[in-house]
């Protein structure tokens, strides 16, 4: 199925459950809460119109809702059941809040779905924008008042536009959409360099949050893991990770998630602007140091993520990255990661030794992909939800 028509279909059945959830606030006040006996004509008219839109709501998941708005005249007589055997009410108050229930779990379900057909191609817009919008600013100024034109520029509007589709009406926007789309409108070259320094990074979070929501589960065999563990295993447990599964992107995401894993790490955070020399976007963490005095200090944490499969990062890569660090004082950094999921040099390794050695700041941790690998070892969910397991 094309995904446009599937979208389609989905926009269509939450513009039904819409109708349905306004019927159901209109007909919820009729519905009685003590003993009565009757019923009234305007509910027996919204009880027809609940009856005539519940065709509208297709199966997700196997599941639809199936049942009209309940008889007032039979719930009222159930209260009154109730009171004459001095009993709590319990099943009239369930048939009374089961509409409302029924709405509650359709739209989770809706909203499920279009996350599932949308999430593949977010991915594929984020990532375009990601590589694209640096490409565009090459020798554009940042004060430009020139409007910049072209293909590129159009195929980002339009990645956009798309972004905003694909999300829906449930997705929350807590970025800076309205300044994203106003920039877009404007397009010269200082709105870009916003848009790339600012909006993107900003509206990029809403776009992570709506491709994958927290209840959404990975997939797992369909077997009793109990009785799994409980038979003989063969082979060993591995700790190497396909780091090729994995775009620039994806890295990122993983380090983020990482990172905020440890105790020590406070904010945890993208960095807004991206001024690194291979135009990674860095993150900034807080490490929260104790000692055994019950003293407590911050040291800023700069780190910057190189998903390298191909090539070991060498003494240049990170004698530049040190260098970059100062554009994001103050406050001061203490501390420098630089993670890779490929190797280090031994003259990158000699080169950051020596620079510790001289007690200069910031601090040089290099992580290569044993150690991260190792750090995934005692995380194995992050590793599984990020898809390297």
């Known amino acids: 199925m094309e995904l446009n028509d599937l979208l389609i279909a989905i926009d269509r059945a939450a513009a039904n459950l819409a109708k349905l959830e306004e019927v159901w606030q209109r007909a919820e006040p009729f519905i009685p809460t003590e003993p009565q006996r009757g019923s009234h004509p305007e509910y027996d008219n ?36 109730y009171f004459t055997i001095s ?15 029924d709405l509650s779990e359709y739209r989770y379900r809706l909203d499920r779905a279009r996350r599932r057909a949308a999430r593949e191609r977010l991915n594929e817009l984020t990532s375009f924008i990601d590589t694209t919008l640096p490409v565009l600013l090459t020798d554009v100024a940042r004060d430009s008042q020139d409007v910049l034109e072209g293909l590129a520029v159009d195929k980002v509007s339009d990645a956009v536009d798309e972004i905003e589709r694909l999300l829906g009406p449930s997705a929350e926007r807590r970025g800076r959409w309205n300044d994203l789309h106003r920039h877009l409108r404007f397009g010269q070259g200082h709105d870009w360099h916003d848009i790339y320094e600012l909006d993107w990074p900003s509206v990029r979070a809403d776009v992570e949050a709506g491709a994958l929501a927290d209840t959404d589960p990975l997939p797992v065999p369909d077997i009793d893991l109990g009785q799994a563990a409980a038979g003989k295993l063969t082979g060993a447990a591995t700790v190497a990770l396909p780091w090729d599964r994995l775009d620039d992107d994806g890295f990122e995401r993983l380090l983020f998630d990482l990172l905020r894993s440890f105790p020590e790490h406070a904010n945890v955070q993208w960095l807004m602007k991206t001024r690194a020399p291979d135009r990674g976007r860095d993150l900034s963490l807080e490490r929260v140091l104790r000692d055994s005095t019950g003293g407590t200090r911050n040291e800023r944490v700069i780190v910057q993520a190189k998903h390298w499969t191909k090539r070991s990062v060498g003494p240049t890569e990170v004698s530049d990255t040190v260098t970059a660090v100062s554009l994001w004082e103050p406050p001061v950094v203490r501390g420098l990661i630089i993670a890779t999921t490929g190797r280090f040099t031994a003259d990158a390794v000699s080169w950051a030794e020596a620079h510790n050695n001289k007690g200069h700041a910031p601090f040089i941790e290099l992580w290569a992909d044993s150690r991260l690998e190792t750090l995934l070892a005692q995380k194995p969910h992050l590793a599984a939800s990020h898809g390297l397991r």
């Open 46 to 81: 919204l009880r027809r119109a609940w009856a005539d839109l519940l065709p509208g709501l297709p199966e997700v998941d196997g599941w639809t809702i199936t049942d009209e708005l309940p008889d007032i005249d039979e719930i009222g007589q159930m209260f009154l059941d």
């Open 87 to 101: 009993e709590y009410p319990a099943e009239a108050y369930k048939v009374r809040e089961k509409p409302g229930n």
